[in-house]
């Protein structure tokens, strides 16, 4: 599964999962969205690499 993660406000506080997916696109879409909400969004792959990042 990719998964959506964020921090919310600054870079100390730990991330937190926004959702999973079963593909790379919804994910990245969702993050893209997302990205206008938190401080910091990432994509992780199915091996916990990151793919996405804003």
């Known amino acids: 599964m990719w998964t959506v993660k964020y921090k919310p406000n600054n870079e100390s506080q730990p991330w937190a999962t926004l959702d999973n997916y079963y593909s790379s696109e919804g994910a990245i879409t969702?993050?893209?969205?997302a990205s206008g909400?938190?401080?910091?969004?990432?994509v992780t792959d199915p091996d916990g690499s990151v793919i996405w990042s804003n």
């Not at 969702?30 to 969205?33: E, G, M, T």
């Not at 909400?37 to 990432?42: D, G, N, Q, S, T």
């Open 30 to 33: 969702r993050a893209n969205w």
């Open 37 to 42: 909400e938190y401080f910091i969004v990432i």
